[in-house]
């Protein structure tokens, strides 16, 4: 298996823009998180889903986020309309169940200009 | 709930001293636990993993850690450290859950 993929690896967007990241999982996968990493707040979970449904997204900090999972083998987090505070790295991981661990993708640097 | 503290924030050594990377957890389940190393600009990889086996659990790169449920700890060690272990750590814990939640982590400095 090629791991968690994210694209694109690098966005650069003007402020009120709408941001579409994506994310591959792990084939086999039941669990899906999204974090957003920021120097000053560190790795932040924003959501995550359970076999395709959104369980917790009490950490998407603004309606302005939302983020879906159409399938077993791809979600989207999207920010409409962008602003310079959503500036960050933002990983997608999958898990098998339980407490196993979780894979990391290599993440999306978004910058909002 | 559960929630993880890893008490420095920056630790520097030399190389060739040991490492010592700490880290407590709280869980009301009985968690597994993992350290993840995250070098400049790339994803987080994983280290190592506690999920209720051996208590001295051996990673990659030559780190460990030890499970110690009396003191709630989960500290990562490497005897000898090396240039490349320059990074930034991340202690997680994932309990009842099943959200892994990761600590602020630790940068690790090595000197030559």
């Known amino acids: 298996d090629a791991g968690v993929i994210q694209s694109p690896r690098h966005e650069v967007t003007e402020m009120g823009q709408e941001v579409t990241l994506r994310c591959k999982p792990i084939?086999?996968?039941?669990?899906l998180f999204w974090y957003r990493q920021t120097m000053m707040r560190g790795l932040e979970l924003l959501i995550y889903?359970?076999?395709?449904?959104?369980?917790?997204d009490s950490g998407m900090p603004e309606d302005r986020f939302s983020a879906k999972m159409p399938n077993a083998s791809f979600s989207t987090l999207k920010i409409q309309p962008s602003e310079p505070r959503d500036s960050a790295v933002y990983f997608c991981?999958?898990?098998?169940?339980?407490?196993?661990?979780?894979?990391f993708g290599q993440g999306t640097r978004l910058t909002v200009v | 709930a559960q929630s993880v503290t890893q008490l420095d924030s920056h630790v520097s050594v030399s190389e060739g001293t040991p490492v010592l990377l700490r880290c407590n957890y709280s869980s009301s389940y009985s968690p597994s636990l993992f350290w993840y190393v995250q070098h400049p600009n790339k994803g987080l990889q994983l280290l190592l993993k506690?999920?209720?086996?051996?208590?001295l659990v051996k990673g990659i790169n030559g780190f460990e850690a030890e499970f110690k449920k009396s003191e709630t700890s989960f500290h990562l060690t490497k005897p000898s450290a090396h240039m490349s272990d320059a990074a930034e750590y991340f202690c997680v814990v994932r309990g009842g859950s099943y959200i892994p939640t990761f600590g602020r982590g630790t940068s690790l400095i090595v000197h030559p």
């Open positions: 506690y999920t209720s086996a051996a208590t």
């Open positions: 991981a999958s898990s098998g169940g339980g407490n196993t661990e979780a894979f």
């Open positions: 084939s086999g996968h039941d669990y």
């Open positions: 889903f359970n076999n395709n449904v959104p369980i917790d």
